[in-house]
């Protein structure tokens, strides 16, 4: 039980700093003082500007007896949280981290300050059991639920600049949709954003002749988006799926043609496609159109996927071995900043429970949380039984 008090403690600390994205308001360095007096040496990486107003910290940790001929096994997270919206809508104040009913309820506590909490406390715990021959490191910003410029992928080119060799890296994301041990992620699908703006002409309702109806073409273009067939599969991927999200023509008057209308879609997309094959799709359905379409990229993530090896038997294991569960293996759900890292090491993400995460009323089941430290603790020392 005292393992759990102390998880459920610190992660109390972390949630009472209102790190809601892009502040900090001292989340940082209460990790940091946390593991200073675990022994371990803390390089804190700002990143941005104030002037700029998007000055960010983040935080890069490895124990003292890392030693250059150890196996670095990492863990990524974040200690930014999305708005908490109105507190009156919730049960308890989203930033007092308060247990009430075996829950540890606050903004955070779910959505990563509960498994930066387990993973901090595995640590110290696998540290005092044994003299391990790896070495813990921790990656942690401050900025990836808002823009992510100024973390992960910011201090992933630092590690590569100074030569910092990661061998397995943990990100802990709230990967299990209901219960602990349901699901660990192996990669991400791709998305693709973008816009698509059709040029007409604009005229009066009752002489259509003279005008050009931008919005006919561009509800013509997106149904035969939506019945697109993207239905090429891959392993633990689900299928590619396209979602127009908004048709907009900014115009307040119903006897007036349109001069422009823009569709916003989005498409996220498994390892058998890329950009280019998507684009190309696209391409070929509106250059049949009378009018003429600008197509302009908002955002664009490539799908990642890694490969079934030793360390992801340990992680099963010890799931299993804490939880009797065997976790599915998944790259469902948004995107996350394994993204960034899967370019230095291998990846796999797995962490609390997500069913409440940026919603009103977060929180995290103790026993959970229990568990999730458990694991982890179980995983580093398993892994350090690998190299030794
Ligand atoms: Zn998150």
């Given amino acids: 039980m005292k393992n759990l008090s102390d998880t459920i403690e610190f992660a109390q600390k972390l949630i009472i700093k209102k790190s809601v994205t892009p502040k900090d308001d001292g989340a940082i360095k209460t990790l940091k003082s946390k593991l200073s007096k675990m022994g371990f040496i803390n390089t804190e990486l700002p990143f941005g500007s104030k002037k700029n107003n998007d000055l960010i910290l983040n935080l890069f940790s490895i124990n003292k007896s890392a030693h250059p001929k150890h196996k670095t096994l990492c863990f990524a997270g974040h200690t930014d949280v999305v708005p908490e919206g109105n507190t009156k809508n919730w049960k308890f104040d989203p930033f007092l981290g308060k247990v009430s009913n075996g829950k540890l309820h606050g903004r955070g506590a779910s959505d990563m300050k509960g498994a930066i909490a387990a993973w901090v406390i595995a640590c110290r715990n696998a540290l005092k059991k044994k003299k391990l021959n790896i070495s813990l490191a921790l990656l942690i910003t401050g900025d990836e639920e808002g823009v992510a410029i100024n973390g992960t992928i910011k201090v992933v080119k630092w590690l590569k600049q100074k030569k910092i060799n990661i061998d397995y890296c943990v990100v802990g994301e709230p990967t299990n949709p209901n219960y602990i041990g349901e699901m660990i992620k192996v990669g991400r699908r791709g998305s693709l954003s973008f816009s698509l703006e059709v040029l007409g002409k604009s005229g009066h309702v009752a002489y259509p002749h003279l005008a050009k109806n931008p919005v006919s073409s561009l509800i013509n273009v997106c149904n035969q988006l939506n019945n697109l067939k993207l239905n090429l599969k891959a392993k633990n991927f689900p299928l590619t799926n396209l979602e127009v999200t908004s048709i907009d023509t900014g115009n307040p008057t119903s006897n007036v043609i349109p001069s422009t209308c823009k569709a916003l879609i989005n498409i996220r997309y498994n390892t058998r496609y890329n950009e280019k094959i998507l684009v190309k799709k696209i391409k070929d359905i509106f250059l049949k159109e009378p009018c003429s379409f600008r197509l302009e990229i908002i955002s664009s993530n490539k799908p990642f996927y ?62 959970d949380l229990e568990s999730l430290q458990k694991i982890y603790e179980e995983l580093i020392l398993s892994y350090n039984d690998l190299c030794s």
């Avoid at 960034?340 to 090491?345: E, N, V, Y």
Wanted: hydrophobic content about 30%; charged content about 25%; aromatic content about 8%.
């Fill in 306 to 367: 890694t490969k079934a090896d030793k360390f992801l038997s340990l992680l099963e294991k010890s799931i299993y071995k804490v939880t009797k569960k065997k976790p599915a293996l998944s790259t469902t759900g948004g995107t996350s900043d394994a993204r960034f890292i899967k370019d230095i090491c291998p990846v796999y993400e797995f962490g609390s429970v997500g069913k409440t995460m940026h919603q009103i009323n977060e929180n995290i089941n103790i026993r």
